[in-house]
C-alpha cells in the first residue's frame, strides 16, 4: 500500500518566490524546497506546509507503510488556468508510481478548493490543514466568517440591519447629536434582532395568506378582530390622554393610563373572543370550553385591573370614591367588590362552559387550570383543518 502525501499550493508561491518548476517529488526535493523558499520568504505560510508533509510522511513511514511525498501547484494569470495547471501537475505525479490513496496538506481556503479535484483522481483518507501558531486565532476567524457568509437567512438577519444601520448613521450625525445618532442606530439593529429573534417574521409572512383564507371561508372574527384592533387604539389614545405626567409620580401616571385604557383594552378582547366564539357556532361543530370561558376570563381580568389601579388612585392621587347603591365605599372595600366580581365572573364562566359543552364542573375546571391552551391550540388546528 503506497501513500502519497500531496502538499498543495494553489498561488504558485513555490514558483514565484523560490523559482522552482513544479512537480517536486521525493523526499530529497521537497527538503532542499523548503530551504529555498525559506530563504526566499521566511514569513510565508508555504514553508510551515513543506515542513508538514515532510512530517506526515516521516510518522507514516515509522509505521510501516510505503510513503512518497510531492508538491504541486497551479501557475496561471487566472483561477481556470491555475487549477488546470494543478490538475496536469498531479496527472504527472501519478504516472510516476501506483497510490492507493492520499494525505493531502493545504494552508489556506485556496487550497482547499483543490480537494475535489485530487478526490477525482485518487482517494483521500485525510486532509491536513496547517495553521501558523501566531495566526491561529485569525485564521479560524476567516473560516466561520466564511461558514457565516454562506448562510443566506443570517446573512439576512445579520449583516442588511447592520448595512442599513451603517448607511443611516452619518445622516443621523449630520442632522442630529452623535447621541441621538448612536441612540437611533442602536434601536433600530435591536428592534430588527428582537422582530427575527421572536419569529416575528414568520408572523407577519404568514399573515395574508391567514388572511386571505379567513375571508374566503367567511370567518366573523376576521371583523370582530379588526373592530378590536380599533377599541384598542382607542383605548391606548384615552389612557395616554388620561395620564397626566407629573414631576416624580411616574407610578400614578402609568396607574391613571392603566385605569382609562383597561376598560377599552377588555372590550377590545371581549369583542374578538366573540368572534371566534361565532365561528365555532357557525360551523356546527360544538362550541369548546375555552371558547366559552375567554369572554368571562377577560371581563374578570378587566375588572382586577381596574379594581387596582383605582385603589391605588384614590390612595395617592385622591380620586373620587366609587359610590354605590347610594354608598361612597372606602378604598379597600372598593377594591373588594371589584375582586369578588371578577372571581364571580370567572366562576360564571366556568359554569355555563360546563352546562354547554356537557362537561361536568370538575372537567372544566381541571381543563381550565392545567389544559386549557393546549386544547386552544387543539381546536385552532383543527379549525385550520376544516378550512383547508
Known amino acids: 500500500m503506497t501513500t502519497l502525501v500531496l502538499c498543495v499550493d494553489r498561488s504558485n508561491d513555490v514558483g514565484r518566490k523560490a523559482g522552482v518548476d513544479t512537480p517536486v517529488v521525493g523526499w530529497e526535493a521537497v527538503r532542499s524546497l523548503v530551504t529555498d523558499l525559506g530563504l ?7 514553508v510551515n506546509s513543506l515542513l508538514e508533509s515532510l512530517r506526515v ?23 481556470v488556468r491555475a487549477d488546470r495547471a494543478l490538475a496536469r501537475q498531479l496527472d504527472d505525479v501519478l504516472a510516476t508510481n501506483e497510490f492507493d490513496s492520499a494525505v493531502v496538506v493545504i494552508d489556506s481556503a485556496a487550497d482547499e478548493r483543490a480537494v475535489p479535484m485530487i478526490e477525482s483522481r485518487l482517494p483521500v483518507d485525510a486532509v491536513d490543514r496547517v495553521v501558523v501558531r501566531q495566526a491561529r486565532d485569525l485564521e479560524s476567524t476567516y473560516y466561520l466568517l466564511k461558514q457565516f457568509m454562506a448562510d443566506e437567512e443570517l446573512r439576512e438577519t445579520v449583516l442588511v440591519p447592520i448595512g442599513v444601520g451603517l448607511l ?23 428592534a430588527t434582532l428582537l422582530y427575527y429573534g421572536m419569529g416575528m417574521d414568520e408572523a407577519v409572512e404568514s399573515a395574508p395568506e391567514h388572511a386571505r383564507e379567513a375571508l374566503y371561508s367567511g370567518q366573523v372574527s376576521v371583523v370582530t378582530y379588526v373592530a378590536a384592533l380599533g377599541l384598542s387604539v382607542v383605548g391606548v389614545f384615552l389612557g395616554v390622554l388620561s395620564a ?50 375567554l369572554p368571562f376570563g377577560v371581563l374578570a381580568v378587566g375588572l ?16 373620587e370614591p366609587l359610590v354605590l347603591l347610594g354608598y361612597a365605599l372606602t378604598p379597600t372595600q372598593r377594591l373588594a367588590v371589584f375582586i369578588v366580581g371578577g372571581i364571580a365572573l370567572a366562576l360564571v364562566g366556568v359554569r355555563v362552559a360546563a352546562s354547554v359543552s356537557d362537561e361536568t364542573l370538575d372537567e372544566v375546571i381541571d381543563e381550565t387550570g392545567s389544559g386549557s391552551t393546549g386544547d386552544a391550540n387543539i381546536g385552532g388546528n383543527r379549525g385550520d383543518g376544516g378550512r383547508g
Not at 40 to 46: I, V
Not at 174 to 179: D, G, I, K, L, T
Not at 273 to 293: A, Q
Not at 304 to 319: D, I, N
Request: glycine letters at 10%; hydrophobic letters at 50%; proline letters at 5%.
Open 168 to 190: 443611516i448613521l452619518p445622516a443621523l450625525l449630520v442632522y442630529f447629536s452623535p447621541a441621538i445618532a448612536v441612540a437611533a442606530v442602536t434601536t433600530l439593529l435591536g
Open 244 to 293: 397626566s405626567p407629573v414631576e416624580g409620580a411616574e407610578f400614578v401616571a402609568g396607574l391613571q393610563f392603566a385605569y382609562a385604557a383597561v376598560p377599552w383594552l377588555a372590550l377590545a378582547a371581549l369583542t374578538a373572543s366573540f368572534g371566534r366564539l361565532l365561528d365555532e357556532l357557525i360551523r356546527d361543530e360544538g362550541v369548546r370550553t375555552p371558547y366559552l370561558n
Open 57 to 79: 510522511a516521516r510518522d507514516l513511514s515509522d509505521e510501516g507503510e510505503e510513503v512518497a511525498v510531492a508538491v504541486v501547484s497551479g501557475a496561471g494569470d487566472s483561477a
Open 304 to 319: 382586577l385591573f381596574r379594581g387596582f389601579s383605582g385603589y391605588f388612585l384614590e390612595q395617592e392621587a385622591g380620586k
Open 40 to 46: 526566499a520568504d521566511p514569513e510565508d505560510a508555504g
